[in-house]
């Protein structure tokens, strides 16, 4: 019989995100934060290589990321909207961990694996923020997309990528609620 945990499941079955722009300070300091990367490098990694990794991005490296954001959306030509949403994605933030995807050489393990083992951290990570008590988000944006400022903002080598910017601080209001997925579209039985 399992051994069931409640509390965790309950976690699982009510958790959310919150809002990145209501995120304010106080924010985890490297001992509050390291317990929460611990437990997002406890995801399934195929084949034990670890295939990302974080870097730890405080207040005076998101402003100089936010600039790099506004002179490369001009040079990219986008609407100064969008333009504007990815700066203050930066320049609102006070702590975000970026889990970069750093997919390692193997005959065993096909690197979209090694993708997925990623977006697993950066899952694990967001709920482990929340389980801790903290507001967290999981963005990405496109300046996460745009590989001259992954190069020059956060010096991703090649075949690096970012696979989610983890904001995480101080829920400044209460998150809103969304609808959830409708499981009988998405679930399909299949018994032989």
Known sequence: MPDPNPAALEFLLSRRSRPA????LPVPDRDGLMPLLTAAARSPDHGKLE???FLVLTRP???RLAALAERRGAALGLAPDRIAKGVSQYADAHLVVAVVAAPKPSATIPVI???????????ALLNAALAAGWGANWLTGWAAHDPAFCAEGLSLGPGEFLAGMI???TETKPPPDRPRPDLQALVRWIEA
């Open 21 to 24: 722009r209501t995120l304010g």
């Open 51 to 53: 295939p990302w990794r």
């Open 61 to 63: 490296a998101l402003l």
């Open 113 to 123: 694996e090694q993708h997925l083992s990623a977006g697993a951290v950066c899952l």
């Open 167 to 169: 904001h995480i601080g």
